[in-house]
């Protein structure tokens, strides 16, 4: 292990700050040769360091270019892009425009986004592909107000007849630009608009200020500090509030550095490369690394597996009486830490490329058994709890005040308070303007005296920490941190005859399945289209039905977000009845008893994503 | 077919003044109730099923509707709409197969809750369901259903929740 880093702390305040583009642009007088994004250039196949004096010349092209475009403050301009310097310059270009930025997921699915676009009206949109584009224009009436689309990638071949709206950035980008002066803006103007899904319907759109997105990040960092020397890993999509506020304007109020990951895929060797001190992260990634650990913990065999509980029971120990939970660990326990860090801790947390000193989790529920491995082996790992309605969050663990089973306390600033039938509810300076568009909504939001209904249900002890108990709101949360109505998916799912009964699951799992009762007669006919025998059995588990049968989900979820997709089906001939016990006599579908039934296929549909017992 | 108990057909009044009849179903009532179910918003009928369904099939229609007024008793509210009588709500039990227990289960159409029905409709069921020997009513709502649930409380019945199955809460009444 390395020399700890030092930790200047040079944070800048919202108040200095006053809008998004206010604190980039106070950010690259502040510190401008310091290291503010670095990014993998595959043409060379190395790293290229971007420093904020780069930054501000970089924004200053984009804001030039843009402010060709003619748009008016307020007007909206959309973002299809994966994390990269070009976001954030996009982004810094239009809110120093006082454009209103509205991001998209690059994994949703065409439908939605000609949705979004169309519901906010934007003007202008920018993607990484023309092929992104491609998709889109056949939906085209459906957002009639948009007026440029711009291509950050050129291709190859030749580009297919794209009409006048669509340019490349490379040609449309100014060469050379004048510094992009301060202007005065109003912190309390939107900024963002960013999509969510409901439990029902169509997303919304979140309307947040500079305001709510600027407190919240300096809330964050008054409990848990970030510093210039620090270099986060940046992987979660910027369109995620979680990211967008903690992955990228924190580090700019502390002067950090934010590296952007290549993949998911690539991410263990990311991680080396990179080495970052900061991980902001899902369940979803903590899942995987720990996954990755079982599965090379099985193959090695009963030593290193009695080694690894040693290590991770003794680690445990230490953490509790860290916390000041337990009192120190006995004699042995002592003495034998510092061999079993080196043989085992040490070795983890070098994968991780061995300079972590923060690892956070948010978005969606974490076993608290992969918290207390993690923590066991000295890695700091925080969970916190948050909403995009509240630019995102509302309570986090401290590293002196951590218990995995909480999420923590108010962030500084945050009210909290439980209401009617225990749900959470929340006030203060980062919490939303409202729903664009949509008033009604916006007023249901929120209770008489203006407390945010976040639809969880909570405790909060008398240290203040809380504790979420379930919701309010028939929704699976995925481990991603996506949420889903599995009501409105079903329902999609059964409008076809094949599909006679559906029950889809995902609660904490990293993907939708979903367990289908076909219809018997809609089935010898789809058998026959394959040139299958529909009475044999082995014909429902053949890959070429189940990728059929996922192809039709598909096309059923069409409308919905990306992360809606079914990605894993167990078939079944065998309807769900009351003489089976599925169906209680007043015919209520028993779900329990069916993921109770079906535990073992559902866990095969989950195959390489098993959690902790 | 069983006979028609039409000495439990009862004509009340709801807490705003509309006239009500609560009376047992019948097979001739299988249109309305069909229609009942497809006019249920998807939250209320998800509630009631569990599952999704856009309307009964015809055997779960059937099922719904013939009934022996003993083992499976039903009782629907009505009110009259433009001289056409429809259905605002159900009621019904069906025997279980531990001895002496029926499950029940209510619903209420979106724009009717709050005004009363339910309740009428639970006294007309536990009424029946005692008058032929059952000795317990249970039930299952998801636990997300807090309307349903402070209802059953009020009814007194008792909550359980099985461990394992955090979505489901199970109720019970001694009759």
């Known amino acids: 292990m390395d020399t700890p880093l030092p930790h200047t702390l040079d944070v800048i305040t919202s108040a200095e700050a006053g809008t998004l583009h206010g604190l980039f642009l106070r950010r690259c007088e502040r ?13 060379s196949g190395t790293w290229k360091s971007h420093r904020w004096r780069e930054m501000s010349a970089q924004v200053a092209r984009w804001h030039a270019s843009l402010d060709r475009e003619g748009l008016a403050p307020g007007e909206r301009v959309a973002v299809l892009l994966g994390n990269s310097v070009e976001w954030v310059c996009f982004d810094q270009a239009a809110q120093s425009l006082g454009l209103v930025v509205v991001p998209f997921y690059t994994t949703d699915n065409p439908e939605n986004i000609a949705y979004i676009l169309g519901d906010c009206g934007a003007r202008l949109l920018l993607v990484g592909e023309v092929g992104q584009w491609q998709v889109l224009t056949p939906l085209r009436a459906r957002f009639p107000q948009l007026s440029r689309v711009l291509c950050l990638g050129r291709p190859a071949n030749a580009p297919f007849d794209h009409g006048a709206e669509l340019r490349f950035a490379a040609d449309w980008l100014l060469e050379e630009a004048a510094p992009v002066s301060m202007r005065a803006a109003d912190p309390n103007a939107l900024a963002t608009i960013v999509y969510t899904s409901g439990t029902t319907g169509r997303p919304k759109g979140v309307m947040l200020s500079h305001r709510n997105i600027l407190v919240n990040a300096e809330a964050v960092t008054r409990i848990v500090p970030a510093y210039r020397e620090d270099v986060f890993l940046s992987f979660l999509p910027l369109s995620h509030s979680f990211e967008r506020t903690t992955g990228y304007y924190l580090p700019v109020m502390a002067g950090s550095c934010v590296a952007y990951a290549r993949s998911i895929q690539d991410l263990p060797e990311d991680l080396l490369a990179v080495r970052p001190t900061v991980l902001v992260s899902v369940p979803r990634i903590y899942e995987r690394v720990y996954a990755r650990l079982q599965k090379q913990l099985a193959d090695k065999g009963p030593p290193a597996r009695a080694l690894f ?15 000041r939970r337990a009192g120190e660990p006995g004699i042995g326990a002592r003495l034998a830490w510092p061999l079993l860090r080196r043989l085992v801790a040490d070795k983890i947390l070098l994968r991780l490329g061995g300079r972590l000193r923060l690892a956070v989790s948010g978005g969606a529920p974490l076993h608290p058994g992969i918290s207390h491995c993690f923590l066991a082996l000295g890695l700091p790992l925080l969970q916190g709890y948050g909403l995009t309605e509240a630019a995102p969050v509302v309570a986090a663990n401290r590293e002196q005040d951590n218990l995995p089973e909480s999420v923590g306390a108010a962030l500084p600033g945050v009210e909290l308070k439980i209401g009617e039938k225990d749900e959470l509810l929340v006030r203060g300076p980062n919490v939303m303007l409202g729903y664009w568009g949509r008033p009604e909504e916006s007023g249901k939001a929120f209770d008489a005296e203006g407390w945010l209904r976040t639809g969880d249900q909570a405790r909060i002890d ?28 079903e329902m999609a799912i059964t409008q076809d005859p094949l599909f006679e009964q559906a029950m889809v699951v995902g609660e904490g799992k990293p993907y939708i399945a979903a367990l289908l009762v076909l219809n018997a007669a809609a089935w010898r006919e789809f058998a026959a289209g394959l040139a299958l025998d529909p009475d044999a059995p082995a014909s429902l588990a053949q890959h070429s039905v189940h990728r059929r049968v996922l192809e039709k989900l598909h096309e059923l979820l069409r409308s919905f977000p990306g992360h809606a997709k079914v990605r894993a089906v167990r078939l079944s001939l065998e309807p769900w009845t009351i003489d089976n016990g599925l169906i209680t006599p007043t015919l209520k579908l028993k779900r329990s008893e069916i993921e109770l039934r079906f535990a073992t296929a559902i866990s095969d549909l989950y195959a390489g994503h098993a959690l902790p017992a | 077919m069983a006979d028609y108990p039409s000495q439990l057909v009862k004509h009340r009044v709801l807490f705003d003044g509309t006239e009500v009849t609560i009376r047992p179903i019948c097979c001739e009532d299988s249109g309305m109730e069909q229609e009942f179910v497809r006019h249920l918003s998807a939250d209320s009928r998800y ?6 369904l856009l309307e009964l099939p015809q055997k779960k229609l059937q099922y719904f509707t013939e009934i ?7 009782f629907v509210a009505t009110v009259m709409q433009e ?7 159900v009621a019904r039990y069906v025997a279980t197969e531990r001895p002496g227990a029926c499950e029940f289960a209510i619903t209420v159409d979106d724009a009717w809750q709050g005004t009363g029905v339910a309740g009428l409709l639970m006294i007309a069921l536990q009424e029946a369901a005692r008058l032929r020997g059952f000795k317990t009513m249970q039930g299952m709502v998801l636990a997300t259903n807090h309307k349903m649930l402070k209802f059953a409380r009020q009814l007194g019945f008792t909550m359980r929740r099985e461990p394992g199955e955090g979505d489901t809460v199970h109720v019970e009444l001694q009759l």
Do not use: C
Not at chain 2, 83 to 89: Q, S
């Open chain 2, 68 to 74: 022996d007024y003993d083992r499976h008793m039903a």
């Open chain 1, 31 to 43: 510190t401008p040769d310091g290291e503010a994004y670095r990014q993998h250039d595959p043409a």
């Open chain 1, 309 to 323: 509980k040693w290590a991770v029971n003794v680690g445990w120990r230490r953490f509790e009486a860290m916390q």
């Open chain 1, 462 to 489: 008398d240290r203040g920490r809380v504790y979420i108990l379930g919701r309010l709101k028939e929704i699976l949360v995925m481990s991603t941190g996506e949420k889903v109505a599995p009501n409105d998916i």
């Open chain 2, 83 to 89: 001289g056409k009588e429809v259905e605002i709500g």
């Open chain 2, 47 to 52: 509630y009631r099923f569990m599952g999704t």
